[in-house]
Nanobody, 116 residues
Framework: QAQLVESGGGLVQPGGSLRLSCTSSQSSLSLYELNWYRQSPGKEREWVAGIGISGGQGTYIDSVKGRFTISRDNFNNMLYLQMLTLRPEDTAVYYC?????????WGQGTQVTVSS
């Protein structure tokens, strides 16, 4: 079990920024492709961003392109999501996901609320 743990969520005003983090105490994240998903009340969970095993450029849902940046630090076993220019519609529980051909793990989520 990867046992993913997210942190960094909170309440922020529109236009503000947050950085989410994800790590695992039981598995090396370097073995997995990593993703961030989010789920708002009454909506399906949606994929937000993903990054390959070796890192590099991430991929993003259109609504966050240019505002969010996904990155990973395999040496320190960390995944990040830097979120800039946050909007009320970004309000959701954000989940870290790690997957490869054998496994698919999820964290418990961290709440992000964008409100004035």
């Amino acid at each position: 079990q990867a046992q993913l743990v997210e942190s960094g969520g909170g309440l922020v005003q529109p236009g503000g920024s947050l950085r989410l983090s994800c790590t695992s105490s039981q598995s090396s994240l370097s073995l997995y492709e990593l993703n961030w998903y989010r789920q708002s009340p009454g909506k399906e969970r949606e994929w937000v961003a993903g990054i390959g095993i070796s890192g590099g450029q991430g991929t993003y849902i259109d609504s966050v392109k240019g505002r969010f940046t996904i990155s990973r630090d395999n040496f320190n076993n960390m995944l990040y999501l830097q979120m800039l220019t946050l909007r009320p519609e970004d309000t959701a529980v954000y989940y870290c996901n790690a997957q490869n051909s054998l496994d698919n793990y999820w964290g418990q989520g961290t709440q992000v609320t964008v409100s004035s």
